[in-house]
């Protein structure tokens, strides 16, 4: 057994304790300790609270110390929805869509995706494997300890399982939990796309051969789809989602981002774990989502990056008592960012959240939104010692400095996995 680490000197311990999910006017009781201390066992949290009685335990007596100096202590954020494994970037894109090029358009001259596609394909396991360590090793510092990850770059058998199967060999070798999705209905490949049924065979290459294969060999927990006019229809998209599920994969949405489709609805329908992007719900869509057991994950960074100017209704959200999340939606396409702390700055000027909210939905409801709310996503008694410590001294601040990593530590079962010098 390691020895016991005892956390103190924090000007807050922002807990997020007391239960997940969060909805409503709960999502901004984050639970903010002073003089409070955290004592870690065996990289796991045993107790939490006022100084004076943590330093008590027996544990306490031998352990090493962590002292913050005034500094903010979080859990580590859980990014429930990226895309990690690309091969490259796409900044020729950038510059096209600044200059007023719409983005079907981009995709049209098979840009966009089908882009990402080509390249990937094209990329061997291992220079993926070594650009995405570079990444998850920028996610670590600023402040992520768990990340969901998403396939959907390789839309053949070869690549698709090439993703998945690094999603995996990832999680084992370093120090960030990689949940993994299957995303093979993305969009059609461009093989398919000129044939009369192009679709319909790919479907049926994604049903009979894709997704028996992921299962087979447990590459994924989630079955995903892009609900959109240039991805997959409604129906299409319920044949993917409901396949899925045959295979013991939970769904998850892309849904409502360039138009409304009815994906919401469909999500709740199947019990998906989350519909994410959202900018275009409408009114039934916010009240299924509130009596519902799926997440509302919310992606800024995403309308940040396109310059769009329609975000997701979060207050409406909120106010109606659906389960908000927040996450990077890290892709090269359309939010290249690994970062949280600009995501939350996000989540406050661009969906009206409170930070406190904005952090709630960045760590517990994202973790519940991964079905780890169990082990992840809050300071409590008994949780993994997944936490991030920032060079603030209120916790408005980490927002407030939007741009700025303010990140001075970041921890994973309780091993410092990054640390500024
Ligand atoms: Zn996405």
């Given at each position: 057994m390691s020895t016991p680490l005892l956390i103190r000197g924090a000007s807050q311990i922002v807990t997020v304790g007391g239960g997940a999910p969060r909805r409503g006017q709960a999502?901004?009781?984050?639970g903010v300790l002073r003089d409070g201390a955290i004592l870690l066992v065996s990289g796991r949290i045993a107790a939490v609270g006022p100084v004076a009685k943590v330093e008590k335990l027996k544990e306490a007596g031998s352990a090493e110390l962590l002292e913050l100096d005034g500094r903010v202590i979080l859990p580590g954020f859980v990014?429930?929805?990226?895309?990690?494994?690309?091969?490259?970037?796409r900044a020729e894109e950038y510059e096209l869509k600044i200059q007023g090029v719409g983005y079907e358009e981009i995709a049209r001259k098979g840009g966009g995706i089908l882009n990402s596609v080509g390249k990937l394909r094209a990329t061997s396991s291992e220079n993926l494997k070594a650009r995405a360590q570079l990444f998850l090793e920028r996610f670590a510092e600023h402040g992520t300890t768990t990340i969901e990850a998403k396939s959907g770059y390789g839309l053949d058998l070869t690549s698709e399982l090439k993703i998945l199967s690094l999603h995996k060999e990832l999680s084992a070798e370093q120090p960030l939990e990689i949940v993994s999705t299957f995303l093979g209905a993305h969009v059609v490949p461009a093989e398919y796309r000129h044939k009369r049924n192009g679709t319909r065979e790919y479907l049926k290459l994604l049903e009979e051969e894709l997704l028996p294969a992921v299962a087979r060999n447990r590459l994924a927990e989630y079955c995903d789809v892009f609900c959109e006019r240039s991805a997959f229809s409604l129906a299409e998209s319920r044949r993917v989602l409901e396949a899925g599920k045959m295979h013991g994969l939970r769904p998850r949405v892309h849904a409502?981002?360039?138009?409304?489709?009815g994906a919401t609805g469909l999500g709740v329908k199947l019990g998906a774990a989350s519909c994410d992007h959202?900018?275009?719900?409408?009114p039934a869509d916010i009240r299924a989502l509130a009596k519902s057991g799926t997440v509302a994950t919310l992606l800024p960074g995403c309308d940040f990056h396109l310059g769009q100017k329609r975000y997701a209704p979060a207050r409406k959200l909120v106010e109606a008592g659906a389960i908000v999340a927040l996450a990077?939606?890290?892709?090269?396409?359309t939010s290249p960012t690994v970062s949280m702390p600009m995501v939350l700055a996000l989540g406050c000027t661009q969906l009206c959240m409170a930070p406190a909210e904005a952090i709630a939905a960045a760590t517990i409801n994202a973790a519940y939104s991964l079905g780890r709310h169990g082990r992840v996503g809050s300071i409590e008694a008994?949780?993994?010692?997944d936490l991030a410590v920032f060079e603030v001294a209120d916790y408005r601040e980490i927002p407030y400095y939007f741009g700025v990593n303010t990140c001075w530590l970041t921890m994973k079962r309780g091993e410092v996995i990054h640390m500024r010098d």
């Open positions: 999502l901004a009781d984050v990014d429930s929805h990226t895309h990690l494994i690309h091969a490259a970037s409502e981002q360039r138009s409304h489709t959202l900018e275009y719900l409408k990077t939606d890290f892709n090269p396409g008994g949780k993994q010692a």
